[in-house]
């Protein structure tokens, strides 16, 4: 029996989306094959390009290996190639390097810049639209300011340190936002001053941020303008040159970088396709996301590439959420031709809009009645960042996507203002580090040792040691059965151990003469019900305390040594909790935790063995589970 062809040309949000449900759904259907094409080998989270442009991040940040995000799907072929053409009646994709039949074909190669055959922006003009064009305009600006540091003539200088973006959409917004966090670090490395670097944002329409309620548009243009980016409404651009833009009204701005974000069109290789175009050059669909005119051929098309009127001359927006929604959509569409069941109609969900402008500062409206801005629509932007990686699957990328944002970053360009960043020497831990190992150490030989001599093993393990037969834990149920006098001779006890608890003073170290008070000085019920069920018994619990002196040890080696630091650290966290709510911990050793949380920041990295073995087992696990790194998929398979 021939197999299902699925082909997905394009690897942006809705083909990541959409190949990601196909898989999922049809994993127990041997009979499908599903083949992924793109011209790069790597996602590109699109929304995030003003932050390689800005200077932010490294570009790898914002790239996504296709290997590791399928690595596991094993009825997911990729392929890294340029599509020419879709034979619609042959039903064929063809690529540069091959020919791919299919029985089902999605389209979903995004957008471009639309300049609207404004003069010069071509020529003279920088675009944000693909990790080139960000790597370019990066580039572009360093060596801009580098140049105009060392040029002595007045007015060159500062046309070549005006800074101008064209639109006013979120694109734009987030650029020239970047561009206000970034321009301290430009001024400070080629010795100018932050003041002779100038941002605008000239726009055609009367107002900003148009996808925005107009209550928070007009926070960021407060904003901005506050911060010294100027705006300019009502102000077409009529042409771009090399030194200069010129407005509508004649006016000129000497400026030798015009960034245009002004409009977005389908992608120009879709003209090739032969099929029904509508505003921008988007492909239009049905409400099933198949094409116009090729129903009957399994042409599926996605993201912003098709143009769908959800309401009356109102298409589906070239945003994320529509992006993944059409992707969703034409996946399950397809699974139910498959599979002979109802297709479904799109309906788009869009959960609300945000804008950041630099690192620290944001605005958002989320459901049209939550409206955040400054940290909290920043940090809901990053959350909203995380949920994609969930969405696809991918816990390395949202641990990669966390290491970039909160912890990989210079110059405080963050939500938690440099706070989080883990640029820092971790030498200076390593005392800190040794001599935590060590107090473990010494408690856990206590132990061991018990009442016997250290410097002699032959007397270990006896009467004091948590080797023995005598339960150390002072749990009431673990307890043996006593005579009467025994029992009064421990009520005696109980009495003056209630004695010495009222006698407990307080204090985060210990003072000479004081008795110390415990964290808990009997347990929570429902602590003591887990214990209970962990330690029904008597040998159960000899077994744990043995097991615990041995585990301690351990750790205190792995912490001397360097090795697995974190995960030591975290587990250190873990038993202290667990001694407190057993009520056989101090306040005066409280300070294990906040230490335990300091050593958790690479300290192992420093003379220490994680310097090593992470590495190592970062690539050996890397390799098992995603397999060798690939420059380029599919040509040889």
């Known amino acids: 029996m021939a197999k299902t062809k699925i082909v997905v040309v394009g690897a942006g949000y809705s083909g990541v989306c959409a190949t990601k449900v196909l898989s999922k759904k049809l994993k127990k259907n041997p009979d499908v094959e599903i083949t992924l094409i793109d011209r790069h080998s790597y996602q590109t989270m699109m929304t995030e390009l003003h932050e390689v442009a800005g200077g932010r991040v490294e570009p790898e940040a ?17 392929v890294t190639d340029n599509v020419t053409t879709i034979d619609k009646e042959n039903k064929v994709v063809v690529t540069e390097n091959g020919e791919y039949p299919f029985d089902y074909v999605m389209l979903g190669m995004g957008g471009e810049p639309n300049d ?87 726009e055609a329409a009367p107002t900003i941020l148009n996808m ?28 771009v040159g090399a030194e200069a833009i010129t407005l509508k009204n004649g006016d000129t701005i000497p400026t030798h970088t015009l960034i245009w ?50 309401f009356e001359n109102t298409p589906t927006p070239q945003i994320v959420q529509a992006a993944e929604g059409t992707g969703h959509c034409a996946a399950a569409n397809i699974i139910a031709e498959i599979n002979g069941t109802e297709k479904h109609a799109y309906k788009g969900n869009y959960q609300g809009f945000m804008v950041s402008i630099g690192s620290k500062y944001g605005v958002a409206c989320l459901f049209d009645k939550i409206h955040l801005s400054g940290f909290l629509a920043i940090l809901m932007k990053h959350m909203i960042n995380l949920k994609y990686f969930l969405d696809i699957r991918s816990g390395y990328y949202a641990f990669q996507y966390i290491m970039h944002e909160f912890f990989h970053i210079k110059d405080e360009r963050n939500v938690a203002r440099g706070h989080s960043s883990r640029y820092g020497n971790v030498l200076w831990s390593v005392p800190l580090r040794i001599f935590y190992g060590l107090v473990w150490l010494v408690e856990a030989m206590k132990k061991v040792v018990g009442e016997g001599d250290y410097l002699k093993p032959n007397t270990w393990f006896g009467e004091g040691s948590w080797f023995t037969d005598n339960v150390a834990f002072p749990f009431p149920w673990l307890q043996d059965a006593a005579t009467t006098g025994a029992s009064a001779a421990g009520d005696s006890a109980a009495s003056a151990g209630d004695t010495a608890a009222q006698a407990a003073h307080f204090g985060l170290s210990y003072a000479y003469g004081e008795e110390p008070m415990l964290v808990f000085d009997h347990m ?6 887990v214990m209970e069920f962990m330690m029904p018994n008597k040998e159960v619990a000899l077994f744990m305390q043995k097991f615990m002196t041995i585990f301690e040890v351990l750790i205190a080696l792995a912490l001397i040594a360097g090795l697995f630091t974190w995960l030591s650290s975290a587990t250190t966290i873990a038993l202290v909790a667990a001694f407190c709510l057993s009520g056989m911990f101090y306040w005066v050793n409280i300070w294990f935790i906040p230490v335990a949380f300091a050593l958790m920041n690479g300290s192992g990295r420093a003379i220490g063995l994680d310097k090593w073995v992470v590495p190592w087992l970062q690539r050996k696990l890397g390799k098992w589970w995603y397999g060798d790194v690939k420059s380029i998929y599919g040509r040889n398979n």
């Open 116 to 202: 609207f055959g404004t003069p010069g922006v071509k020529e003279n003009g920088f675009t944000l639209w693909s990790m080139e064009d960000s790597i370019k305009l990066r580039k572009h600006i360093e060596r801009t300011v580098k140049l105009a540091a060392l040029e002595p003539n007045d007015e060159l200088r500062k046309a070549m340190l005006t800074f101008v973006v064209c639109g006013s959409g979120f694109t734009g917004i987030e650029m020239v936002g970047e561009l206000l966090d970034w321009k301290e670090r430009l001024a400070k490395n080629n010795k100018i001053t932050a003041d002779e670097i100038s941002l605008l944002v000239v």
């Open 524 to 529: 929570p019920k429902w602590f003591s019900s």
């Open 261 to 310: 974000t002004a409009g977005v069109q389908a992608n120009s290789d879709a003209k090739e396709f032969g099929m029904e175009s509508a505003r921008a050059n988007r492909l239009v669909a049905n409400e099933f996301m198949q094409a116009k005119g090729f129903e009957d051929k399994g042409v599926y098309v996605v993201g912003d590439l098709v143009y769908y009127e959800e």
């Open 62 to 78: 914002i790239q996504y290996d296709l290997q590791r995000l399928f690595c596991k799907r094993k009825n997911v072929k990729l």
């Open 212 to 239: 925005l309620d107009r209550n928070d548009a007009g926070k960021a243009e407060r904003f901005m303008v506050k911060n010294g980016i100027e705006i300019l409404k009502n102000s077409p651009i009529v042409e």
